[in-house]
C-alpha cells in the first residue's frame, strides 16, 4: 500500500473517531439532561401533592412550571396541572384552564394525557350543568382510548369515574352501575377517602335497585366497596341488597320503612316490590332440583308470598326478561321451568348446592348399581 492510501486511511480513522466521540458526547449530554428534567417533574409531583402547597400551585405553574412543559412528561404534566386547576377561583376559571391544557398536550405522543385533560374538563362541565359539552369531551376521550394497547390506569380512572358522573346525573343507572364498576377496577380502595367509599357504594346500591335491566348485582355483593356501608347510618341499604338476592319478601317488608331515605328508592316502591317479587320467584326455582321445576300457581304463591293473582304476570315478566326459560300451562295453572339465570350464593345457598350435589351424587350411585343389576352378565361383558 502507497503513503497516500495510508495517509487517507489514517485521516479517516481520525474523523470517524472524531464522530463517535463527539455522537458519545451528545448522548451522555442528552441522558443526563433528561434525567434532571425526570427527577424535577417528580419533585414538581410531589410538592404538588402536598397540603401546604396549594397557595403556591397556580402561581408556581403559570410562573414557572409552563417555561418548561414541553421537555417533561406530559402525562406527568397534566397530573401538576390538574392540582393547580383545582385552586381555581371558581368552576368557569378552571374550565378555561383545563381546555388550555388539554389543548396543549394534544400531540401524537401524548394522546394518553390529553385523555387525562379532557375527561377533568368534561367534569367541569358536568358541573356547569353543560352536559352536552361533557358528552362530547367524554366521546372524544372514548375514541382516543380505543387505539391505545394499554395506558396507565390513571388515564382509564378518570374516564370512567366522570363518565360514570355522567351517567348518574342522566338517570341511566344501569350504565353508571357497568361504568363505576370499571372505575373501582382501576382504584386502589385504601387510596379513597371513607367518605368517598361509602358515597360510591351507596350510589352503586341505589343504582343496582332501581335499574330496569339490573337483575343479578352480585359483583356488587361480592365487591368489598359495599363494606363501607357496614355499621353506618345506611347499613340498612347493604342488607337491602341480600334480601333482593335472595328474594326474601319478609325481609324486604322490614326493611321498607327505610325506603323513604331515599327520594329515588320512593318513587320507584312499587318497581321495586315487583323485582323483589321476581328475585323470589328465581330463588325458588333455583332452589329446586331440575326435575322438580313444574310449579303450580298456587305452589309458587304459597313459597314466594307473591299474591295469587299476580303470579301469571310475575312467571311472564320473569321470562321476557330473560330470568327464566320454560312455559306456562294457563288452563292447568302450571309453569314449567327449564332454566334460571345463575346468580351469587350466601354461605345458606352453598350449602343448599352441597345437599343437591350429594342427592345428585347418590342418585347417580343407584342407577350404576340398577343398571348393572339388570344387565347382569351382558353388562359385565
Not at 125 to 143: I, M, N, P, V, Y
Not at 251 to 257: K, R
Request: with cysteine; proline share 2%.
Amino acid at each position: 500500500m502507497d503513503n497516500a492510501k495510508v495517509s487517507k486511511a489514517l485521516q479517516g480513522a481520525r474523523e470517524k473517531s472524531h464522530d463517535d466521540l463527539q455522537h458519545y458526547f451528545l448522548s451522555f449530554e442528552d441522558y443526563w439532561e433528561r434525567k434532571l428534567w425526570h427527577e424535577l417533574t417528580d419533585i414538581l409531583v410531589e410538592y404538588y401533592h402536598e397540603e401546604e402547597s396549594k397557595p403556591q400551585r397556580i402561581e408556581l405553574y403559570e410562573g414557572f412550571v409552563k417555561a418548561f412543559a414541553d421537555k417533561i412528561n406530559q402525562l406527568k404534566l397534566v397530573v401538576i396541572g390538574l392540582q393547580a386547576a383545582g385552586q381555581c377561583k371558581d368552576d368557569k376559571t378552571r374550565l378555561d384552564f383545563l381546555a388550555t391544557l388539554a389543548k396543549r398536550v394534544n400531540k401524537p405522543t401524548s394522546q394518553d394525557a390529553y385523555v387525562l385533560a379532557l375527561s377533568r374538563t368534561a367534569s367541569v362541565r358536568l358541573s356547569l350543568s353543560d352536559k352536552t359539552g361533557a358528552r362530547t369531551d367524554l366521546d372524544t376521550c372514548e375514541k382516543t382510548l380505543e387505539n391505545f394497547d394499554s395506558v396507565e390506569n390513571v388515564v382509564h380512572a378518570s374516564f370512567y369515574r366522570v363518565s360514570a358522573d355522567y351517567y348518574q346525573q342522566s338517570h341511566s343507572f344501569a350504565s353508571y352501575y357497568r361504568t363505576m364498576l370499571l372505575y373501582l377496577a382501576c382504584v386502589d380502595l385504601a387510596t379513597l377517602a371513607p367518605k368517598d367509599r361509602q358515597r360510591i357504594a351507596y350510589d352503586l346500591s341505589i343504582a343496582a335497585l332501581v335499574s330496569e335491566t339490573i337483575y343479578n348485582f352480585g359483583e356488587l355483593l361480592l365487591h368489598p366497596i359495599l363494606e363501607s356501608l357496614a355499621k353506618t347510618e345506611h347499613d340498612w341499604l347493604r342488607d337491602l341488597l341480600f334480601a333482593f338476592n335472595r328474594g326474601d319478601l319478609h325481609a324486604y317488608q322490614i326493611l321498607q320503612t327505610h325506603l323513604r331515605a331515599n327520594s329515588l328508592l320512593q318513587t320507584h316502591q312499587t318497581f321495586l316490590y315487583q323485582k323483589i317479587s321476581l328475585a323470589a320467584l328465581t330463588q325458588l326455582v333455583f332452589s329446586r332440583s331440575p326435575q322438580d321445576r313444574a310449579m303450580t300457581f298456587t305452589t309458587i304463591s304459597e313459597e314466594t308470598k307473591v299474591q295469587p293473582d299476580e303470579i301469571e304476570h310475575l312467571i311472564m315478566k320473569a321470562l321476557s326478561l330473560g330470568l327464566l326459560r320454560g312455559s306456562i300451562d294457563q288452563v292447568e295453572e302450571v309453569a314449567r321451568i327449564t332454566w334460571v339465570q345463575p346468580k351469587v350464593l350466601e354461605r345458606g345457598g352453598i350449602e343448599a348446592m352441597r345437599e343437591r350435589l350429594r342427592e345428585w351424587d347418590a342418585g347417580v350411585e343407584r342407577l350404576g348399581h340398577y343398571v348393572e343389576g339388570v344387565g347382569k352378565e351382558v353388562w359385565a361383558a
